[in-house]
């Protein structure tokens, strides 16, 4: 079975500085995904960026960027340029290539102004 | 517009009361799943399907039941409920075919047993 560890439970940031949120797996797989959710308040599960363990390059999107460490089985999340509006949770999940996923426990993260 | 649609957006029991959890989605996925998520905590499957007529446990079965006898749909039914099962739900659902295996999830539903 397939765990995630995301071992801080809350963070915070200011506004327009850089964040890292760590995330850690266990899994005997080699081919997978990895994601980051984002959960505002409303509770609506958002996507927020997307690797897949076959490929080597770390990916981004915007803002967002990721460091994959394969063989560590780390999935780092960084946030450039903080705004308020990324206050929320943030999950980490694992999916398995037959689409089973896991999810961490969350890291809630605020932004101040 | 296409998504996931759950209803009811919020429900409350009575203990030893049943109650289903409506789930459809409209992108021809095959994968779909439920979680429930407690305070704090991330979510946990519940049970999901890799397809019409296949379905499977996941990490938190106990006291729920599922099937899926068309694409779409995907109902979670508490067949007894508990104060235990108070958690929001969220249903999900994925293509492993097209490759891009995102889970696009519905909006969630509160449920409150007392």
């Known amino acids: 079975a397939q765990t995630v560890t995301q071992s801080q439970p809350e963070m915070s940031v200011q506004e327009a500085e850089t964040v890292t949120l760590s995330c850690t797996y266990d899994t005997s797989e080699n081919n997978y995904y990895l994601f980051w959710y984002k959960q505002p308040p409303s509770r609506q599960m958002i996507l927020v960026i997307r690797q897949e363990a076959y490929k080597q390059q770390n990916a981004t999107e915007n803002r967002f960027s990721v460091n994959f460490q394969k063989a560590a089985k780390s999935f780092s999340l960084k946030i450039s340029d903080s705004q308020l509006g990324d206050t929320a949770m943030y999950f980490c999940?694992?999916?398995?290539?037959?689409?089973?996923?896991?999810f961490g426990d969350g890291t809630t993260l605020t932004v101040k102004p | 517009n296409a998504g996931v649609t759950q209803t009811p957006k919020f429900q409350v029991l009575k203990t030893g009361q049943s109650m289903t959890l409506q789930c459809a989605q409209d992108m021809n996925h095959e994968y779909m799943s439920w979680y429930r998520q407690d305070p704090g905590m991330g979510l946990r499957l519940i049970h999901y399907?890799?397809?019409?007529?296949?379905?499977d446990q996941g990490e938190v079965p106990n006291g729920y039941n599922v099937s899926r006898s068309t694409t779409e749909d995907f109902p979670l039914r508490l067949l007894s409920a508990a104060p235990s099962q108070t958690s929001v739900y969220f249903c999900?659902?994925?293509?492993?075919?097209?490759?891009?295996?995102?889970?696009?999830f519905g909006a969630g539903s509160r449920l409150t047993v007392l």
């Open positions: 399907s890799v397809g019409a007529g296949i379905t």
């Open positions: 999940a694992f999916m398995s290539q037959a689409g089973k996923s896991t």
């Open positions: 999900a659902s994925s293509s492993v075919r097209s490759g891009a295996n995102v889970l696009t």
